[in-house]
C-alpha cells in the first residue's frame, strides 16, 4: 500500500505564499511520476503541476510563473512552492503517484487565499 500525505495548506492573502509538502510512504521504491492537482467548489479537477522521474516539470498555464514543483527523492516528498497567490488559486490541492498501471491519491489540502 502506498499512502501520500498532503499538508501546508492554509488561509493566506492574496499575495503571499505557502508550500504544500507530500509525504510518501508504505511500498515506495521510487517517487516515479508525481503530480499535484487542485479542485475547487464546482469545478472538475485539474492537474496544476507535475515532474517525472527525471526532474521534467510541467505547468498548468494558470500558474506558470508563480509555482514549482520539486521533489525530494531521499526523503520521498514532492513539494509545490505557490508564489503570488490570488484568489483563484483557492482549492483543495491534491498530490497523485502514477506507478505501472496504478494512480495513488492523497487526502487533500485546503488553500484559501483572500482578497
Known amino acids: 500500500q502506498v499512502q501520500l500525505v498532503e499538508s501546508g495548506g492554509g488561509l493566506v492573502q492574496a499575495g503571499g505564499s505557502l508550500r504544500l509538502t507530500c509525504a510518501a510512504s508504505?511500498?515506495?521504491?521510487?517517487?516515479?511520476?508525481m503530480s499535484w492537482y487542485r479542485q475547487a467548489p464546482g469545478k472538475q479537477r485539474e492537474l496544476v503541476a507535475d515532474i517525472t522521474r527525471d526532474g521534467s516539470t510541467n505547468y498548468a498555464e494558470s500558474v506558470k510563473g508563480r509555482f514549482t514543483i520539486a521533489r525530494d527523492n531521499a526523503k520521498n516528498t514532492v513539494y509545490l512552492q505557490m508564489n503570488s497567490l490570488k484568489p483563484e488559486d483557492t482549492a483543495v490541492y491534491y498530490c497523485k503517484m502514477t506507478r505501472s498501471i496504478f494512480d495513488y491519491w492523497g487526502q487533500g489540502t485546503q488553500v484559501t487565499v483572500s482578497s
Open positions: 508504505g511500498s515506495i521504491f521510487s517517487l516515479n511520476h
